[in-house]
C-alpha cells in the first residue's frame, strides 16, 4: 500500500486516498454480511440521484474486506462549521435543506426503518423491561412512512465541494420516517453542540411544517437504538434521553 494515503481510521476501519479513489479496509474478521451491506446500500442510494461516492469495487485487500469509492474533493461540513463559526448558521440552514431533499426520496429496496429499530431496542442490555416495553410501545405506534433516511446524518458526513453538497457513510440507510432520521440527528449535534442542535431542530420544524414535539416523540427510541452501537462517549447522554418519556 506505499502509493496509498491513510487519510482516516477507527478501530473497525483504515482509509486509504489513491488518485481520484477511495478505500476502506475493514478489520480483519469484521463480519462481510455489514461490508456488503453497506456497499448494497450505497449502490442504491446511487440510484436515487444523489450526491454520494460512487462505489466502484468490492474487494479483498491482503486478506481483509475492502469496498473502493470515488475521492471526493473537499472540507466536510463539521470542518467547515469549525473553521467558519460565524457562518454556522448559514451552514445549518443548508444542511437542513439537504435532509429535506433526501427524504423527499423513497428507495424501495432498503431495509424498513422501524424493523431494524425493533431488533435493536430487543437487543439492548442497559435498559429494563419496562422501558424497554414504553419503547416498543411508542415505536409501534408511530407512523409508517417510507421516505429515504440516513441514519448517520451528521456534518462529518457532509462533504462540501464549491455549491455541492456530498453525503458519505450510507451503512444505516432505511426507509422510514424522515422525523425519526432529524431525531438521530439532533441527538448526534447534541453530542457536540447543544445550540446548533436545537438550532437544526428549529429549522427543519419550519421549513416543513412539522410541529416540533413530534419530532421529539422519537428521541427516546433514536436514542435507545443509537445506544447498541456501544460508544462509551455517547453513553451517559444518550440513557438520559431513553428515560424522557413525554415533552410539553
Request: negative net charge; hydrophobic residues 40%.
Amino acid at each position: 500500500m506505499s502509493s496509498r494515503e491513510l487519510i482516516a481510521e477507527s478501530a473497525y476501519k483504515k482509509i486509504y486516498r489513491e488518485g481520484d479513489k477511495v478505500i476502506k479496509v475493514f478489520a480483519e474478521g469484521f463480519p462481510k454480511s455489514e461490508v456488503l451491506n453497506e456497499a448494497l446500500n450505497t449502490a442504491r442510494v446511487e440510484e436515487v440521484g444523489l450526491n454520494v461516492g460512487k462505489i466502484l469495487e468490492v474487494s479483498v485487500v491482503e486478506g481483509k474486506w475492502a469496498i473502493t469509492k470515488e475521492y471526493i474533493q473537499g472540507q466536510t461540513l463539521a470542518e467547515r462549521i469549525k473553521e467558519e463559526p460565524d457562518k454556522a448558521e448559514q451552514y445549518i440552514d443548508r444542511m437542513v435543506d439537504l435532509h429535506i431533499q433526501i427524504n423527499s426520496h423513497s428507495c424501495p429496496l432498503l431495509n424498513r426503518m422501524k424493523e431494524k429499530m425493533t431488533r435493536q431496542i430487543q437487543e439492548l442490555d442497559v435498559i429494563d423491561e419496562g422501558i424497554r416495553y414504553e419503547l416498543m410501545t411508542r415505536l409501534d405506534g408511530m407512523p409508517r412512512h417510507l421516505k429515504l433516511c440516513h441514519g448517520d446524518f451528521e456534518p462529518s458526513n457532509i462533504i462540501v465541494q464549491g455549491d455541492q453538497m456530498y453525503v458519505i457513510d450510507w451503512v444505516h440507510a432505511t426507509q422510514g420516517n424522515a422525523s425519526a432520521d432529524v431525531a438521530r440527528t439532533y441527538l448526534l449535534l447534541c453530542l457536540d453542540n447543544p445550540l446548533l442542535a436545537d438550532m437544526y431542530m428549529d429549522k427543519f420544524c419550519q421549513k416543513t411544517d412539522t410541529q416540533k414535539r413530534y419530532v421529539q416523540q422519537w428521541l427516546p427510541i433514536v436514542a435507545a437504538a443509537q445506544l447498541t452501537k456501544k460508544r462509551p462517549q455517547e453513553k451517559e447522554l444518550l440513557m438520559k434521553w431513553v428515560d424522557v418519556c413525554e415533552y410539553q
